[in-house]
């Protein structure tokens, strides 16, 4: 079998979502085992509160990580938006890698950047103030520290109020900025980036500094689809879960 790297993101996992919840537990059953390296570039669940969070899905999910993994295939995960409060404790119990804000890897000769995508959207002033708030460790003990019950609520008013801000925002605003997407590849020192967050799948061609350059926007996942950005030697494809 050639060697496989999937990537996906953007599966806003809760206890209303049966059908995404059964869409990836299915996709760990059957089409992980056959990459050598799953990354999960955020997004995986559409709320994290904490670790110990007990409600469902969360502890099949769990498992079912946990068995790929001890399988022997390496799951990466870099947080989203939503659940940026993913911690150790998940990592522990899953298997599963956390990776920073941008992880660059070697894919097949290739220098390719990760991220969820949500720093690149510059434009955003509002949420990027909110971000580097809500990602200092004081403001998530602060959080964390609350009794379970107080966060749940918390998050469904979270959900509630940011339903209500995408809607009074346009969508470039809530689309990457290009110059800030440029300066982060050429900071890091490559031609290639992989992201989510965004909900508008493509595959983006352009220019830095004179040289050819790719970014790959990820499909997000819906009731009634979902795929996976799927890599080999020979290239890449999107497969249907």
Same mark, same amino acid.
């Given at each position: ?51 110990? &969070? ?46 920073? &804000? ?21 434009? &955003? ?27 749940? *609520? ?48 493509? *595959? ?36 249907? *879960?």
């Amino acid at each position: 079998m050639p060697r496989e790297i999937h990537f996906i993101s953007d599966l806003h996992i809760s206890l209303e979502k049966t059908e995404i919840t059964k869409r990836f537990l299915s996709y760990l059953d059957r089409h992980a085992p056959r990459a050598e390296a799953v990354y999960i570039l955020g997004d995986l669940f559409d709320a994290w509160i904490g670790d110990d &969070d007990p409600t469902p899905p969360n502890a099949k999910i769990k498992r079912q990580l946990k068995h790929l993994t001890s399988s022997g295939t390496q799951v990466y995960l870099q947080q989203g938006n939503r659940d940026f409060l993913l911690g150790q404790r998940f990592c522990d119990e899953t298997g599963v890698n956390l990776l920073g &804000d941008y992880a660059a890897i070697d894919l097949f000769g290739t220098p390719t950047l990760l991220t969820h995508g949500d720093l690149l959207c510059t434009d &955003d002033l509002p949420y990027q103030a909110f971000r580097k708030k809500a990602h200092t460790p004081e403001w998530q003990q602060n959080v964390l520290s609350k009794p379970l019950w107080l966060r749940l *609520i918390a998050a469904r008013w979270y959900r509630l109020r940011s339903h209500f801000h995408k809607r009074g925002k346009t969508q470039d605003i809530m689309d990457v900025n290009q110059q800030t997407v440029i300066e982060i590849m050429r900071e890091h020192g490559v031609l290639q980036l992989i992201h989510g967050h965004t909900h508008r799948p493509a *595959i983006h061609e352009f220019e830095i500094d004179g040289q050819k350059a790719k970014r790959f926007v990820l499909p997000d996942w819906k009731k009634g689809s979902a795929q996976a950005l799927c890599w080999t030697k020979q290239g890449h494809r999107l497969e249907a *879960i």
